[in-house]
């Protein structure tokens, strides 16, 4: 706990042995306001789900100088893992920068801020069930994703 953490804390206690309980009633019916205003307002909490088709994602991760190949894999709601491969191996850490920053970048811009972009340590592979090779494809099944139908 740092120091700033500690000196409120203790004027929390020290308020609520001068008030009361009272107090500490206000205070956290005060708190689950400001939560619930968050909730209803911002983008970081939104419920309904965000669509975007394979092919535009596709297209923001395409022709980076250096990078030979990707492939974008969704493995959960909100995260989104990118196979890599470069032209240069020894370069591969300055070439993820640019396609993550494009990726986070695009999908903030549509309504999807907290979708964790990670970087595999395997190259671009072949679909595990269809055998083809696909740039964009989900490992969600209809139920983990919400989804009812088809996917």
């Not at 706990?1 to 409120?8: E, P, W």
């Not at 308020?15 to 909730?39: K, M, N, S, W």
């Not at 494009?102 to 964790?116: E, I, N």
């Amino acid at each position: 706990m740092d120091r700033l953490t500690y000196i409120g804390a203790l004027c929390d206690a020290y308020r609520t042995a001068r008030q009361g309980q009272a107090c500490v009633a206000r205070r956290q019916q005060r708190l689950q306001d400001i939560v619930a205003y968050a909730r209803a307002h911002s983008p970081y909490y939104r419920r309904e789900e965000v669509q975007i088709l394979p092919l535009a994602i596709a297209t923001v991760a395409e022709e980076i100088p250096g990078m030979a190949g990707c492939q974008l894999i969704q493995r959960t709601p909100s995260s989104l893992t990118v196979r890599l491969r470069v032209e240069d191996p020894r370069g591969e850490e300055a070439v993820w920068a640019a396609p993550r920053n494009r990726l986070a970048a695009f999908l903030s811009a549509h309504g999807a801020p907290m979708v964790t972009i990670e970087k595999a340590d395997e190259a671009p592979a072949l679909h595990p069930r269809s055998g083809k090779f696909r740039e964009v494809y989900s490992e969600l099944t209809p139920e983990r994703s919400g989804h009812h139908g088809r996917p």
